[in-house]
Each structure stands twice: as C-alpha cells, then as structure tokens.
C-alpha cells in the first residue's frame, strides 16, 4: 500500500500540535494532525489554560509595563549558559513570536483575557513582572464542536472556573471578593445547564477553540493513530510509521514532521532510569498518554536530549474520593495557618513558592530527613476559612480521614504522633511560626516576600497575607506527595524548533515542541503557563520554518 503523504505531519494534539497544525493549513500547507488516544487535547486540555507570554498586545492596550528586554532578562535569570538547549537564539525567538502567536489566535476568533496579577512566579528577579503576562481563554461550549465533541477531552474538574478565578474564588468564606466570584461562577454553571451548554473553562476551554477553529479549516486531524517510529532517508526524517486504528501506516512529510506529544510522565521504566528516586508515574496529573515513545523515537533518530531528569513538580495529597488530577495541592499552601515540614517537624521550605521549588525543596531535605512524602500542618482557623483541594471551608470529609491521609488531633503532639513527626520539632517549628506571625515577617524562609507568594494569600490579613498562627485545635496534618503536572526533558531543539543531535547539528525534517522538547528556561517554571506558552508558541515557528 502506498504511503499517505502530506506536507506536514503532527504528532500530537496539545495546544503545541494543534497550533501547528492551524498555522501550517493558513500558510497553505496540508498537514496531518495524529493523537494516539481517542481523545483530542492533550495534557493541554487538563491543564490551567494559561500562557504565558511576556510583551503581550493585551498588556500593551491595558497598559501594563514590559518589554522585550525585559522578558529575555527574566528567561536568562534561569537559563544555564552551557544549556545548548535554552541559547539566547532561541530565546530572543520566542519572546518575537508572541506578538505573532496573540495575532493568529486573535484573528481566528479566540477571545483572549489577561490574568491580571497573576504574577511571574519570580517577579522578584531582573526582569520579573509583577502585574503578570499570562493570558487565558474565555469560557467555551464544547457543543459548538458537533460530533467531536465526544473526542474531545473533557477537563478534570466539575466548575467552569478559568485559571485566574480561584485566588479570589478560595477566599469564598472570608471575603466579599470571594463570595461575589462564587456567585459569579455558580451563576455560570447554572446559566450553561438551563440552556443546554457545555461548558468547558482553563485548558479545555483553549483546546475546544484551538479544535473548532482547525475542523472549521478542514484540518485532516485523526485520533487513535499512535507513533512507532520515525521514517528517515540519508539521515533526513521525511515520515512516520503509525499504528492508526489498529493497523501499521506510513505517512510521508514532504516538509518536515512536528513531534509535540508530551513527555514520559506515565512511563516508570523511564523515569527510573532518567530521574531521581523516590520516583513513580502515580503522582502525576498528565494525561494517560504521556508515556514516552515520541522522546525514544526522536532519541533513535539522533537527538540530543535535554533535562531528563526533572519535571514540572508539584504536590498532591492522595484521595480516591476527589477526581483523578484534581488532587493538586498548591494554592492551599500560600495561605495563613499552615506550613509544610518533614519528618522532624521542621520546615524547609517557603510554601508560597512556585510548586516547581516547593518539590524540588522536597528532595533535597529528603536527602536530610524524610520529605518524600511531607506534610502540610494547619489548625481549624485554615479549615474554616479556605477550601482545601475540594474540600469546602469548615470540612474536611470522613472518607479522606478514613485513607489514612488525612490527620487529626487536639494537640499538636498528638497530631505529630499520629503522623510519625518528631513531636519536639513539630512543637518548635509551630512555636517559631507563631511568634513569626504575629509580626508578619517569615524571617527564615520569606513566605510572603513577593507578588506571587501573596497572589494566593488571603487579602483579609495584614500585615502578611500569608502568614498567621497555628494555634487553634483541632490541629490538621496533609500527607503531601511530591507530584507532576509532566515531565520537563526531551529532545534539543534550536530557534525554529528543529531537533538537533549531540554534535549541535540539526536533524533535517524534524521539529519538537512542548514537553518533549527540552525546556527554554532549564528546570524552571518560571511563571503560569511557561510550558503551554512555549509549546504554542515552537509549534507556530515550527510550522512556519516548514511552510519557508
């Protein structure tokens, strides 16, 4: 049978391939978009929807400041020198695709809004942005997608709340701001069950634009087609082999092909040969399809890969109660009345930092006293004010207790005796807190100290918004696992999105984006939507590279 051909082949339907996949059918190319599951979307879908994008037109006409040198100052502060993977090429390539990337979705009928005060999770440093850069998509009604609709991957959460929403929507049993934005979202999921919509907000409300507007380009865009392997000719990648539907295919590229299909999150052979152990595909919020073939197929090619060993960390307290992926615990930890410790009660790390340093700060005091899991300590004052995962203010349910996961006690000894903490350190460490509390300042780890720490905090406290004692029983402990919303390593790429080998010469016909691709910023995350922005944005260059 005779190869399918096509101008650009796509491997994967995250935001990074599908908007590839748009950019290349304007640019008058014919591409194929493939996804190995029968859902389109990605972990893009069950992701926050965010991007950033520094310099953004939607600051520009809000006023917000910022610039070009100001965005590549803030990438550099992270990027390693040697880092073949983050070069100052591709930097300054990203940060001049954006304008283009807020155009073309703009153009096709994307409604774009800015989350003001979302701000980068380092706004501290040269560079750093404290009002934000991230953009986020209005809430969507997957029904405008007809029959797809049912391939669609729908989100993992039950509100339609867009990612800049919950700082104010956790504050719904302490402030007006809170109470008004619940009404607001409650009133949104009421509106769209009486007139028969689906909504679908965050990554999924940016994935079903992104998928509508690709269907309504005639897009060539299959499901269950998974990639085996890459097809070369005198060491140019000119296709694939796929197994669509069940049985084996060959599609040629006569421009090139995009591999944009995550990383190797639910691959644990992998990950205990690249990371560091305590390691497992159990804590991770990618999608099921993050399983690492893409990476081993572009590393059989010749590609250098880059950062193998780190992921986009976070924490995640077990429950089997809440959803799958909705166990995320990261907000909660900015808050007032609670601070994360090890084993020996004592603490080691600012809470409020970006999830990507609060687990990273897991593993290296798990080198010291066991972190891996640690726990979140907080009193009643936390439980009757904020939500905690999905856990209303002033609960906390019986089955999460009954797993084990959850403790409870009267005193704070009693608390750590029953989560194996050392009951002196534990004593201490709430003792120090306390008297740091009451005059607002965390004079060890600096909880507080910068926009982002305060961006979750709860508005209602002052002088530090995230800070306030523990001292009112019963006392509560979280077992905190360290987690992963992907991993971060893959192959090296160069400014226009091409795979390069160890050598730094570039693969011809091969392109890479999102979390199979090394990051631009090495191991940082470097503010809301660093991932998903990059990945949108090397789509683009990539296809674009291909349609030149």
Same mark, same amino acid.
Request: charged share 20%; with cysteine.
């Given at each position: ?17 599908i ?11 014919e ?16 992701s ?31 990027a ?10 591709r930097r300054e ?7 283009p ?7 096709? @009928? ?7 005060g979302?701000?980068?999770?380092y ?9 934000? =850069? ?25 509100v339609?709340a ?72 005198g ?5 694939a ?16 092909v995009l ?12 990950r ?52 799958? @992926? ?20 004592? =603490? ?58 959850? +403790? ?30 009451? +005059? ?21 406290i ?5 800070m306030?004692?523990i ?6 402990a ?50 809301s ?18 349609a030149?």
């Open positions: 049978m005779a190869a399918t051909e096509c101008d650009v082949l796509i491997i994967g339907s995250g935001i990074g391939g908007t590839a996949t748009i950019q290349a059918k304007l640019a008058g190319l591409p194929i978009l493939c996804e190995k599951l029968p859902l389109i979307g990605g972990s893009s879908a069950l926050g929807g965010v991007l950033w994008l520094p310099n953004n037109q939607l600051m520009q006409r809000e006023g917000v400041a910022d610039s070009r040198e100001a965005a590549l100052t803030y990438i550099a502060n992270f390693p020198a040697d880092d073949p993977g983050s070069t100052l090429a390539a990203f940060v001049d695709a954006v304008a990337l807020v155009e073309l979705y703009e153009s096709q @009928g994307v409604p774009l809004l800015r989350c003001d979302y701000s980068d999770y706004d501290t440093l040269p560079g750093g942005n404290a009002r934000g =850069r991230a953009l986020e998509a209005a809430v969507y009604d997957a029904n405008r997608l007809g029959a797809w609709k049912d391939k669609f991957r729908p989100q993992n959460f039950p339609p867009r990612a800049s929403e919950p700082a104010k929507l956790m504050l719904m049993n302490v402030s007006w701001a809170g109470k008004m934005k619940a009404a607001e979202v409650g009133w949104r999921a009421v509106w769209g069950k009486l007139t028969g919509k689906s909504l679908r907000s965050a990554g999924a409300a940016l994935q079903g634009r992104l998928l509508e507007i690709a269907l309504r380009l005639d897009c060539d865009i299959r499901v269950n087609a998974g990639l085996l392997d890459l097809d070369q000719e060491g140019k990648v000119v296709g082999r796929l197994k669509i539907d069940g049985r084996e295919e060959h599609i040629r590229a006569r421009r090139g591999v944009s299909a995550g990383g190797f999150a639910r691959n644990t052979a992998m205990q040969q690249y990371q560091k152990a305590p390691i497992s595909d159990k804590w991770t919020h990618s999608n099921e399809g993050e399983t690492g073939e893409a990476i081993q197929a572009m590393t059989g090619a010749g590609a250098a890969l880059g950062w193998m060993d780190e992921s986009w960390w976070t924490t995640s307290v077990e429950n089997t109660a809440i959803p799958v @992926g909705s166990n995320q615990i990261i907000p909660e930890l900015h808050k007032p009345h609670v601070v994360v410790v090890g084993a020996d009660g004592q =603490r080691f790390v600012n809470e409020a930092q970006s999830y990507m340093e609060v687990g990273r700060a897991c593993y290296a005091r798990n080198e010291v006293t066991k972190a891996i899991p640690a726990w979140a300590v907080m009193d009643q004052q936390h439980r009757k004010r904020y939500v905690f995962g999905y856990a209303m203010p002033g609960k906390m349910p019986e089955e999460w207790i009954a797993q084990g996961n959850i +403790k409870v006690a009267d005193t704070i000894e009693g608390l750590a005796a029953k989560c194996g903490i050392d009951p002196a350190g534990l004593v201490a460490t709430v003792g120090r807190w306390n008297a740091m509390s009451a +005059k607002g300042v965390d004079e060890d780890f600096g909880k507080g100290s910068s926009a982002y720490n305060r961006y979750y905090g709860d508005t209602t002052s002088p530090n918004p995230c306030g004692t001292e009112k029983g019963p006392f509560w979280a077992l905190l696992h360290v987690g992963d919303v992907g991993t971060c390593g893959g192959a090296v790429t160069d400014e226009h999105a091409r795979v390069k080998r160890p050598d730094g010469s570039v693969i011809e016909g091969l392109y890479a984006a999102g979390n199979c691709a090394s990051p631009l910023a090495g191991p940082y995350y470097v503010a939507g660093h991932s998903i922005g990059c990945s949108a944005v090397f789509g683009m260059i990539a296809a674009q590279h291909m030149s």
